[in-house]
C-alpha cells in the first residue's frame, strides 16, 4: 500500500472518539436539561388541559425527540466503539495482509489474505513503531512482514535468512549460513500458472534455534545468477563478487537479511540491503482466506 492506513485508522478513531466523549461529558447533560424544562412546561401546561388518554405518550415522545442524538453525533459516537476495537487488535494482537505478488511461491500465493502476529517480536507502539516491550526476536525460517526500507510507507513480506552477526553467502543460487551450506531436497518442478512455466523447486532446511526450519523455494534455470545490487545502510557489510555473481554479507547488529522463497522473482536484501529491527511489523503465520482457492486456508511456515 502506499498510503498509511494506521495512521488513518488513527485519526478516526481520534475523530470519532472526540465527538463520542463531547456527547459524553457535555452535549448529553445539555439535551438532558433541556428535556427537564420542556417536560416541566409540558406538565404544567396539561394540568389545565381536559383528561388526555395519550398524553402519557406524548409526553413520552417528546422526552425522546430532544435527548435524541443528531445525526453527526449518532453516526461518529456510534462508530466509535468498533474503530477502537479494530484499532487496538489491528496494532497490538493481529494484523490482515494481502499478498499482491509472487515473491513468496511456493509458501504464499497471489491473492492469499494471511495473518500477523504483531506480538511475537515485541509489543510496538501504532504509528511511531517504537518497541515498549520486548517479546521476542525473528528467528532464521520466519515469514516477516516489514516496512520496506527504501519507502516505509510499503509493507513487504519474505523470509528471514539472517539474524543479526551471521555471515550469508549466495553462491551459484546456493545459500551458505555461517559457512555451512543449507540442505536442498530437490522436488518435482513446480509449474506457474500465471507465468505458464516450470520452475525447478527445492524442499530448503534452514538452522534456527534449537529447531530446523524446512519450506519450499524456487528457481529457474534460465534466470542469470547476476546480482545488480542499489545502495543502502551498512552496504559496506556485502561483498559482491565473480561479476556479482556471489554476494557475501555479514548481517549487521539489529537488522536482519530477508529472501523471498520465489529465489528468482523476488527483490529482496540481495538489492536493497538490510531490514532494521525498527521496521519489523510482525510474523506472518495463518492464511485466512484466498477467494481462488479456499483450500489454501490454514497455517504455513
Known amino acids: 500500500m502506499s498510503f498509511n492506513f494506521a495512521l488513518i485508522l488513527f485519526w478516526l478513531m481520534v475523530f470519532t472518539g472526540a465527538v463520542w466523549l463531547a456527547d459524553l461529558l457535555i452535549l448529553k447533560r445539555r439535551r438532558e436539561t433541556k428535556a427537564a424544562a420542556a417536560l416541566a412546561q409540558f406538565d404544567a401546561t396539561s394540568q389545565f388541559q381536559e383528561k388526555d388518554a395519550n398524553l402519557e405518550d406524548k409526553r413520552r415522545a417528546l422526552r425522546d425527540s430532544i435527548l435524541r442524538q443528531p445525526a453527526w453525533i449518532e453516526f461518529p459516537a456510534g462508530f466509535f466503539p468498533v474503530i477502537l476495537v479494530v484499532f487496538l487488535l489491528r496494532s497490538f494482537l493481529f494484523e490482515p495482509f494481502r499478498i499482491p505478488s509472487g515473491s513468496m511461491i511456493p509458501t504464499l500465493q497471489v491473492g492469499d489474505l494471511i495473518l500477523v502476529n504483531k506480538f511475537s517480536y515485541g509489543i510496538r507502539l501504532p504509528i511511531v513503531n517504537t518497541k515498549i516491550i520486548d517479546s521476542g526476536h525473528p528467528e532464521r525460517g520466519d515469514v516477516m512482514v516489514f516496512r520496506f526500507p527504501k519507502d516505509p510507507s510499503i509493507d513487504y513480506i519474505k523470509r528471514v535468512i539472517g539474524v543479526p552477526g551471521d555471515r550469508i553467502v549466495y553462491r551459484n543460487k546456493k ?119 479456499i483450500k489454501r486456508i490454514g497455517s504455513f511456515q
Request: aromatic share 12%; glycine share 6%.
Open 175 to 293: 545459500l551458505e549460513i555461517n559457512g555451512v551450506a543449507v540442505p536442498e531436497e530437490a522436488l518435482p518442478d513446480y509449474f506457474d500458472s500465471d507465468r505458464v512455466l516450470y520452475s525447478k523447486q527445492f524442499r530448503e532446511t534452514l538452522p534456527s534455534s534449537g529447531h530446523e526450519v524446512s519450506n519450499n523455494i524456487l528457481n529457474d534455470d534460465d534466470h542469470s545468477p547476476v546480482i545488480v545490487p542499489d545502495s543502502y545502510p551498512n552496504r559496506d557489510n556485502c561483498v559482491y563478487s565473480e561479476n556479482d555473481t556471489v554476494l557475501s554479507c555479514t548481517v549487521p547488529a539489529g537488522n536482519y537479511f530477508m529472501m523471498g522463497d520465489n529465489r528468482d522473482n523476488s527483490e529482496d536484501s540481495r538489492y536493497w540491503g538490510f531490514v532494521p529491527d525498527q521496521n519489523i511489523v510482525g510474523k506472518a503465520f495463518f492464511i485466512w482466506m484466498n477467494f481462488g482457492n
